[in-house]
């Protein structure tokens, strides 16, 4: 069972209290109703699923009830970081050297 | 007040009300486990703009800090999320009729019939709880007057610390039966 | 290929079992192939033996980064049966479960295809309905699924808690009597030798680190940790890396890879005598001809590839267990492990040419592909043989998520695996 | 009265006798006795039959690494637990148990015939062969094999005893309660942490409870051992926990633990758990696990009375028991020597020594030596003697000449001692071969973890303890400890180990053909492993998975590394480019109760039920399962089927009224002045113009365009929406409706409050409804001008809050009430009693399912299955077609979705109108088609409606809408029926029973 914190209650909580909610930083189009069939397809199902870092939204149902974004490494399944919903994707990650 | 009544008709329930479980209570070495009577509680979802108005119409300070409560009259307002409080009222005022006179923008829902409360109280009180609620409970983490939405078992709670070995375990209303017997298998095992 | 049989076995034995042969060859990498495969799972050896016995295409390579069969082949808990809802998914499982009927035969192999039946319960009106739609659907085409009332079910497994105190009481089954088991580290080591013995090359240790394209667009060779080798036609059958492995082709995919956990008690006389699964308790369980129930349910929440999961999961798996079967709380976990599964939006796989000329992908099969083994590979093999679909696998096409010609048996059955 | 074998004096035993029986015969053992050592004590070494060729087993060791003496624990006919290692369990009074895969009895077992014909039962044999003919695998060698295989029996009734979890969180975890995790304890204690100190063992102690050489503290080391947990366990920071593996270590410093609470009991009561499952989050741990001594691998090394030196060392002094009287001991490291004297101080007499090295030197061989015990330099054991139990050791020089059998009842033997990792790499540490010990120690590490002592490949007690109080002390301090101030303990006295051997010893090597067992339980021998490798199995996953070695119920702990030593000895590879198998939880197997925990029988799952539940359970209602509610089906009065039942509900609701519970249906209060607006973007429906006080049926879509949820809503003002959900689909609706709100539309002002348990819901339905509800509503008009259908209105029935709906389900005159939950059942019983005046009924989901079928009005999630669109439901009108967005609006557009030949939702009657389809029966338009045939849809809804006196159906129908009037085909087994597609409303078409 992961630990996770939870960037609105600001500390770590057990995994039970939070539900996976998929791969972050996808906006939907503001005008979906004109997207193009390939621009609905990567939208809706086109998914990144890195072996490595990945960008995934959790929601602190049982807590907090806030969605937010996570950076994890799926080999290792240890989180980088994690932050409010609506920032933007960090442009460096804690820890990294580059 | 009598003013008041004298004018407004007041409209009395004419059929009981039957809270879920009532009178339930469970005894074991260092813990009990009771339901409490009902209370009065809305769901309140406000702005950062909007809490001074709502705490001066709710008499008491909405607390910001995760996982706190504050306390002041025999209402409770427990932190949930950064916009959400659970407002329990055990003194027989109705929090929702004070929110109703804010116009500050929130979201006030009554949910006095949507919860129940169960106490856990007794040394083995925070033992019994962590059967099923994977928090950290000891004091240095869960200090008097903390609260916080999470898990028991298989149900959702908000569980609030009262005093050093009383907690408040809020359930809704059709989990009632499975959180108060899976408190009172764990206080059986509580004190072993 | 030296035929195994009792004679041999007794040969054998007079020599202390120092004569036999080894089962495939650990070849270097040639600098070129006509075909190859990545992922030496069950999937990609099948495949590689279809291409050589049925469409003479022996050229072939099988590159596998761990071990043959190392997988989800080796990680799953064996489950074989072809009762899905709709055509297309009846028509490639059940393509499958008439190979798996033989072959033991064909591969001279004994994966120990055991056809106790596969029994799905029911346990309230929903699932009713849902669970006879099968047995109606697959009836008309000829896949056969029966319906049991409780008694019978118990009379098919006698340690089922039929109770109707039961939390969540049995109301009903599905049975397919073909459905069953396999020996699944055996169904790899039988099609790697199948594969060998006719010139396939099987390169164990051997990560694929790069997909190369010619001007054209086309593929032509694979970077590994071995070095280039070159090849026309390269087909991925990576399982739970198949994102990894399209993308160095520069095709992402609709795929999500979460972890899925499984378990097996310590062995015990005979007592659960066939498949026992439930969507609703959500668990199923088999025992093995070793004795251990077999046990599993669902994936972690999260995308990993890290090949272990949340004690929660297992804990929710065995209190469905013992919800089913409450005689089981004695019985003890004897070991615990993980594997990666590839998941697509509609849960049905991916079995198909892709837009890059001479790349084609074998993938998505989620949380169920072990019974597919034979068929998959086989109409796989056909696809990169012809460089065409076969008419099983045509449906199964990585536009469908643009069209929205899904094959979405979750949505329309809610019974995994 | 002291068994044969017990010596008077030795040991730490009380003498408070224990009474036990094995196999049906009587035998007396000692308080503090594990059943092994009470068996030994009575001279008893034949416990087991091997799981493929049923050679008779004894005890190969003293603890949780035993693959051999596997026994059936009988504590009454519901409480028989298989596959108990007998050095394990604790013996209490009156235990009883049966030995295990035997038949018809331990000594002679018919199923030992199989170790005759073992040349046959290679490594992979049955790969090879029973495939001829075909059928007979599945009716021949199938059953008989299974029924060879598998060791214990299963219970086979339910389980009286009950299990408990519990969730702990601590600065440093310490698991393994030896020398190193006491120490460890000591000083993380002192520093006021919260410290958890765990070991498998009801005595903490570890190896001290063998090493009579260890002196700390002044004290002989078990009794320091002793001292220092009386003094861990006196501090408010510290949980000791004996009789407690650590069986998983999880992501993050997540720590499965079992602690055996009761197994050890004679009449355990029942407030007892049986086991406690500890979830433990750390912040620290320190792994003490120890190591474990390694068999040495000679042929037939698996008679009875072949055991570990440690062992043997163990059942003396710490259980006073000899384990023979006339011992051999067969060595590749000093450790047996300790074992040697220590017997032979005890009055046994130690045959010989035989040591594979050629001149060791070193103070136990000199107290050997002294005490003139024969000893054999450079020579092996290459067999040995008895079958029931050992009789001989065969001794011959290591590379080979003559050979002099020498007479024993019993063989130490140690070929060193492999450290205890198997935590340490479930926690994703990766291991680091040493080449100077040829041992696998601790290497990267992985989580906030260390090693310390023998399973980090620390030698000696002093360097030991040196580690573990620093390892200790440092994890305490990183998790937030103060600095301690107590000195480590010291060390007076410690006994050293050296490197043994790895792989097959002379005798038993790769030009000979005998039986040199490396995993004893599977039946796997060195032959076998080599045979492996021959055939090509060149990892050792694939050895593994060919030769079983390892996987046996005690996961390779004595045969892991001699196997993996085989195979690359065979390989001609060095032992790490060969690698080492995956350690997988549990360390030790663990009870599928203790993981369950409190989540049995009624806590499985939990039962959510209504408010007005009690009336209805006392009316007799029988109840359906939807999702976790129970919800009253149909209410059958006396003599009544549920076909009469759900006829006569039928007919009343539609002539009088009818009371339905529709409490269960998921309600949530969308507030703030853009409520409107994101109920325009989450559903199909315009809302922007919907009046307060009116409400409207809503579709809901997923982002893919097809049908997830339904209901109807209210607008209680203008910022204030009641929606109503399916039963089911409550809380993915909420969630579905946070994400977009949180994430996708976080600009709108509006929240979101789940009310489903606020609001009792009763449904008064059918022409007589207003007259039943009337009399107790206030501030209502309930004229059909102030109320019309499709409106909702708050005031007061009964004297409590109510929102009022009036709206219909079933096509007649209905209301659905709310009102706070408590009063739900009362505001339901005046109800009842307004209906009793006019003859009402109380009516279930059968009924409500009929009604609305009959009205043509569909269930989300049976009449659409996730692949449906609104079009397909015909349920078009409800999309507002001037809309720009709403989740659903551009997948819903897609080719497919829109293409033509889609299965679309239509009515069905059967010719023959007696006949009831079944729901999910597939539909033809060709009966005589052969199969596989053409389906082009299915039955979605199909019941028998009283109120039309026929069957009625809807199904999903490819191009349904253009059949209209077209004859299709039901085939079933017992023949084919034929059906007319007709529209889906099958009473009152016009719609004029609303107002009726």
């Known amino acids: 069972m992961l630990l996770i914190r939870c960037p609105y209650c600001e500390e770590e909580r057990p995994e039970l209290e939070f539900r996976n909610a998929g791969e972050a930083h996808i906006a939907r189009s503001t005008n979906i109703a004109g997207e193009s069939d390939d621009d609905f397809e990567k939208f809706f199902f086109i998914r990144s699923n890195p072996k490595g870092v990945i960008y995934e939204r959790w929601r602190h149902i049982h807590g907090c009830a806030r969605f937010f974004n996570a950076v994890r490494d799926t080999v290792t399944d240890k989180f980088v970081m994690t932050y409010k919903a609506g920032e933007p994707k960090p442009a460096k990650l804690p820890g990294a050297s580059k | ?192 | ?417 | ?996």
């Open chain 2, 1 to 192: 007040m009598a003013k008041a009544a004298a004018k407004t008709k007041v409209v009395e329930a004419s059929v009981e009300r039957r809270p879920a479980l009532a009178g339930r209570a469970l005894s074991a070495p260092g813990v009990k486990v009771e339901m409490l009577p009902p209370a009065e509680r809305i769901s309140l979802r406000a702005p950062q703009a909007s809490l001074a108005a709502l705490s001066k119409a709710l008499g008491l300070t909405l607390p910001t800090k995760p996982k706190t409560s504050a306390a002041k009259g025999g209402r409770t307002a427990l932190w949930l999320g950064p916009d959400e409080w659970l407002v329990i009222d055990e003194a027989g005022n109705d929090p929702l009729a004070d929110c109703a006179k804010v116009s500050a923008l929130h979201s006030a829902v009554g949910i006095s019939h949507r919860n129940v409360a169960i106490s856990v109280t007794g040394p083995a009180a925070a033992v019994t709880v962590n059967s099923g609620c994977p928090q950290d409970l000891s004091l240095g983490a869960f200090p008097v007057g903390t609260a916080s939405r999470t898990i028991l078992g298989k149900a959702e709670i908000v569980l609030l610390r009262s005093a050093e070995d009383t907690f408040r375990v809020e359930c809704w209303r059709s989990f009632s039966d499975y959180v108060f017997t899976l408190l009172s298998e764990a206080a059986s095992d509580a004190a072993n």
């Open chain 3, 1 to 417: 290929m030296k035929k195994y049989s009792v004679f041999a076995i007794a040969r054998e034995a007079m020599r202390g079992h120092k004569g036999w042969e080894e089962q495939w060859t650990s070849p270097e990498p040639k600098k070129e192939y006509d075909v190859i495969i990545v992922g030496a799972g069950g999937h990609g050896l099948a495949t590689a033996y279809y291409l050589a016995t049925e469409h003479g295409i022996t050229n072939v390579a099988v590159l596998e980064k761990g071990w043959l069969g190392g997988g989800n082949t080796g990680r799953n808990t064996t489950i074989i049966r072809s009762n899905y809802l709709y055509d297309e998914s009846a028509g490639i499982y059940d393509h499958a479960l008439k190979l798996w009927d033989g072959l033991s035969q064909e591969l001279n192999y004994n994966v120990m295809y055991s056809a106790r039946g596969v029994m799905m319960l029911a346990h309230n009106v929903h699932d009713v309905q849902v669970l006879k739609r099968h047995v109606h659907a697959n009836r008309l085409n000829g896949i056969d699924n029966e319906w049991l009332t409780p008694e019978q079910a118990k009379e098919f497994c006698p340690p089922l808690n039929i109770a109707r105190e039961a939390r969540y009481p049995v109301v009903g089954a599905a049975l397919q009597r073909r459905g069953g088991t396999a020996r699944h580290d055996a169904v790899a080591w039988g099609y790697a030798r199948g594969a060998s013995a006719r010139g396939v090359h099987i390169i164990q240790n051997c990560e694929v680190t790069g997909v190369k394209r010619a001007a054209n667009g086309a593929v032509s060779g694979v970077e590994t940790t071995r070095g280039f080798i070159g090849a026309k036609k390269i087909g991925v059958v990576a399982a739970g890396h198949s994102s990894v492995i399209m993308n160095m082709a520069g095709v992402r995919m609709p795929l999500e890879s979460y972890p899925l956990q499984a378990l097996v008690s310590e062995p015990v006389k005979p007592v659960v005598p066939c498949v026992v699964m439930s969507n609703t308790v959500h668990a199923y369980i088999s025992q093995s001809d070793k004795g251990e129930l077999v046990i599993g349910a669902g994936t972690d929440q999260y995308v990993s590839y890290s090949q272990t999961g949340g004690l929660h999961i297992l804990q929710h798996t065995l209190d469905a267990i013992c919800e089913m079967f409450p005689i089981f709380t004695r019985m003890k976990m004897l070991r615990s492990w993980g594997g990666i599964v590839d998941v697509t939006p509609d849960r049905s796989p991916i079995l198909a040419k892709t837009p890059v000329k001479g790349l084609y992908v074998n993938c998505g099969w989620g949380t169920g592909g072990f019974k597919a083994t034979p068929g998959s590979g086989n109409v796989f093999a056909h696809t990169i043989a012809k460089d065409d679909p076969h008419p099983i696998n045509a449906p199964f096409t990585l536009e469908r998520f643009r069209t929205g010609r899904l094959i979405d048996e979750a949505a329309a059955a809610a019974v995994a695996h």
């Open chain 4, 1 to 996: 009265m002291n068994a044969a074998f017990r010596i008077p004096g030795a040991g730490r035993l009380r003498q408070a006798t224990a009474s036990f029986s094995f196999d049906d015969k009587s035998y007396v053992g000692i308080d503090g006795d594990t059943l092994a050592s009470a068996l030994l004590a009575n001279g008893v070494h034949l416990v087991g039959r091997s799981f493929k060729y049923h050679r008779p087993r004894g005890f190969l060791s003293a603890g949780a690494e035993e693959p051999n003496a596997l026994v059936q624990i009988v504590r009454d006919d519901a409480r028989k637990t298989p596959n108990v290692r007998a050095t394990v369990q604790e013996l209490y009074d009156g235990l009883t148990a049966h030995s295990q895969n035997r038949w018809p009895s331990l000594a002679f077992d018919v199923g030992a015939v199989n170790d005759i014909a073992s040349p046959l039962f290679s490594a992979g044999f049955y790969y090879k062969t029973f495939m001829w003919p075909k059928s007979a695998w599945k009716n021949l060698y199938e059953p008989k094999i299974r029924a060879a295989a598998g060791l214990g029996v299963s219970p086979d009734r339910p389980d009286p005893d009950h299990y408990a979890a519990r969730y702990a969180h601590c600065e440093v975890l310490v698991l393994g309660g030896g020398a190193a995790g006491i120490a460890a304890a000591l000083a993380a204690a002192e520093t006021g942490v919260r410290v958890i100190l765990a070991d498998e063992q009801a005595e903490f102690g570890g190896s001290l409870r063998f090493e009579s050489g260890a002196k700390i503290e002044g004290e002989d080391g078990f009794a320091w051992a002793q001292g220092a947990i009386a003094k861990l366990k006196a501090m408010d920071n510290v949980h000791v926990l004996p009789r407690t593996t650590a069986f998983g270590y999880y992501a993050q410093n997540f720590v499965g633990l079992v602690e055996r609470v009761s197994d050890h009991l004679k009449s355990p009561g029942r407030e007892l758990a049986r086991e406690r499952l500890w979830q433990v989050r750390a912040r620290r741990v320190v792994l003490a696990t120890g190591a474990i001594e390694r068999h040495m691998v000679f042929a037939d090394n698996d008679r009875p009375g072949i055991m570990l030196a440690s062992a043997a060392r163990t059942y003396l002094n710490h259980y006073g028991v000899a384990v023979g009287r006339n011992v051999g001991v067969y060595t590749a490291n000093d450790s047996a020597y300790a074992a040697a004297i220590d017997l032979k101080k005890a009055g046994v007499n130690v045959a010989a020594i035989v040591d594979l090295r050629d001149n060791p030197t070193g103070p136990v061989i000199d107290e050997a030596r002294a005490l003139g015990i024969e000893i054999n330099f450079g020579r092996a054991v290459i067999r040995a003697g008895g079958k029931l139990r050992v009789s001989s050791m065969t001794v011959q020089p290591k590379n080979g000449g003559g050979e002099r059998t020498i007479p024993v009842d019993a063989i130490l033997m140690s070929a060193g001692w492999t450290p205890s990792v198997h935590l340490f790499s479930q926690s994703r540490g990766k291991v680091a071969f040493n080449e100077e010990t040829r041992r696998f120690v601790p290497g990267t590490y992985a989580q906030d973890c260390v090693s310390v002592g023998a399973c980090n490949g620390t030698d000696g007690l002093a360097a030991t303890i040196d580690e573990a109080y620093a390892a200790g002390a440092k994890a305490a301090k990183d998790a937030g400890g103060r600095a301690g101030k107590s000195a480590k303990p010291k060390v007076d006295a410690s006994e050293s180990w050296s490197r043994g051997m790895l792989g097959a010893a002379p005798g038993a090597g790769p030009d000979t053909t005998v039986k040199a067992f490396v995993d004893f339980q599977n039946d796997v021998t060195a032959k076998d492993i080599r045979q492996a490798v021959h055939e090509g199995m060149h990892s050792i996953e694939h050895v593994k998975r060919f030769t079983t070695n390892g996987m046996a119920t005690d996961q390779g702990k004595t045969s892991n590394m001699h196997g993996l030593a085989i195979a690359a000895e065979t390989l001609g590879k060095p032992i790490p480019q060969v690698g080492l198998t995956t350690f997988r939880a549990p360390y030790t197997p663990v009870t599928f109760g203790s993981i369950v925990g409190h989540a049995r029988g009624a806590l499985f799952d939990p039962t959510r039920r209504t408010a007005i539940h009690p009336w209805a359970a006392a009316q007799g209602a029988v109840f359906e399962d939807v999702g976790q509610w129970k919800r009253a089906w149909y209410f059958p009065k006396a003599g009544e089927d549920m076909h009469a039942a759900v006829d006569r509900e039928c007919v009343t609701v539609r002539k009088v009224a009818g009371l339905f519970d529709a409490s269960t249906l998921g309600k949530i209060e969308v507030v703030g002045p853009d409520a409107a607006k994101f109920m325009e973007l989450l559903y199909t429906n315009p809302w922007e113009k919907l009046e307060p006080g009116r409400c409207r049926y809503g579709i809901m879509l997923r982002e893919d365009g097809f049908i997830y949820d339904d209901g109807v809503v209210g607008r209680l003002a203008p910022d204030r929406f009641h929606v109503t959900t399916t039963t089911g689909g409550a809380p993915r609706v909420m969630h579905h409706m946070e994400d977009y709100l949180q994430t996708e539309f976080p600009h709108l002002n509006v929240w979101l409050t789940s009310i489903t348990e606020q609001w009792a819901v009763i449904a008064v339905q059918g022409p007589k409804s207003r007259d039943i509800i009337a009399p107790l509503v206030e501030g209502i008009d309930m004229s059909d001008e102030a109320l019309p259908h499709m409106s909702v209105r708050e005031g007061k029935i009964c004297g409590v809050p109510t929102r009022l709906f009036r709206m219909s389900f079933t096509g007649e005159r209905g209301f659905e009430v709310n009102v706070p939950a408590d009063y739900g059942e009362a505001v339901w019983e005046a109800l009842w009693a307004e209906g009793q005046k006019h003859g009402t009924c109380a009516y279930g989901t059968e009924t409500m399912h009929v009604l609305r079928a009959e009205k043509g009005y569909i269930i989300v999630g049976q009449d659409t299955d996730g692949t449906v669109t609104p079009n397909d439901a015909g349920l078009d009108w409800a999309v507002g077609k001037k809309k720009t967005d709403f989740v659903g609006i551009r997948g819903m557009a897609r080719a497919d979705l829109v293409a033509k030949g889609r299965k679309q939702l239509v009515g069905l009657k059967t010719k023959d109108p007696k006949v009831v389809l079944e729901e999910g029966a597939q539909i033809v338009d060709d009966p005589k088609q052969a199969i596989p045939m053409k389906m082009i849809g299915h039955v979605t809804s199909s019941y028998w409606s009283e109120n039309c006196g026929r069957s009625i159906a809807l199904a999903l129908v490819a191009g349904g809408r253009d059949r209209m009037g077209q004859t299709l085909y039901v085939p079933m087994p017992n023949g084919t029926i034929e059906v007319e597609v007709t529209g889906m409303v099958f009473v009152d078409e016009k719609g004029e029973h609303l107002n009726g």
